[in-house]
C-alpha cells in the first residue's frame, strides 16, 4: 500500500513549531532586561552676582570635549534669579555627564576672558570641580544620571 502524499502545510507548520521555543526566549530576554528610561537633571545654581545678562548653563556627556564650545549635548541660557537659580534638562539617557555654567554678564553670549585666559565673568562646574591652570578633568565633574532624576549644585566664582 502506498503512503498518503504529506499536506502541503505540513512543512511550514513544522517550522513554524519549531521556532516558538526560540521566538519565546527573545520575548522573555526582551521583558527581563530593564529598559533605558529618559531621566531629567536639574541644575541648581547659586552664587549670581546681579541679575543682568544670562546664565549659560551646558550639559556635556564625552570627557575629551568637556568644556568646549559647542560640545554640549543640552544647554540653556536663562535669566539669573536673586538666590538660586534652577535649570532642568528633560528626558535625557541615563549615563555620566558634566556640567559647565558661567554667568554672562554682558550678555555678549560668551565667556569674557583676560590675560592668561582666565575667566572675568563668574562661572562653575558641577561637584564644584575645579582645574589647574584651566578647567576640570570631566571625571572631577562628573555626575550619574539615572532612573528617574538628579539634582546638582553649582556655585559660581
Not at 550678555?107 to 564644584?128: C, Q, R, V
Not at 591652570?133 to 572631577?140: I, L, Y
Amino acid at each position: 500500500m502506498q503512503r498518503p502524499a504529506p499536506l502541503a502545510c505540513a512543512r511550514p507548520a513544522r517550522r513554524l513549531v519549531a521556532a516558538l521555543p526560540v521566538a519565546a526566549l527573545a520575548l522573555a530576554a526582551s521583558l527581563a532586561a530593564p529598559a533605558a528610561r529618559a531621566a531629567d537633571l536639574t541644575v541648581d545654581i547659586d552664587g549670581a552676582a546681579s541679575q543682568k545678562g544670562h546664565l549659560a548653563v551646558a550639559v556635556y556627556d564625552r570627557a575629551e570635549r568637556f568644556p568646549e564650545e559647542g560640545a554640549h549635548v543640552v544647554a540653556q541660557r536663562v535669566a539669573p534669579l536673586a538666590g538660586r537659580t534652577s535649570v532642568t534638562f528633560r528626558n535625557l539617557a541615563p549615563g555620566n555627564y558634566a556640567v559647565a555654567v558661567y554667568h554672562d554678564e554682558n550678555d555678549n553670549e560668551k565667556l569674557d576672558k583676560g590675560m592668561f585666559g582666565i575667566p572675568k565673568e563668574p562661572y562653575g562646574f558641577s561637584n564644584d570641580a575645579r582645574g589647574r591652570a584651566g578647567p576640570p578633568d570631566f571625571r572631577d565633574a562628573r555626575i550619574a544620571l539615572g532612573d528617574p532624576a538628579a539634582t546638582v549644585l553649582v556655585h559660581l566664582r
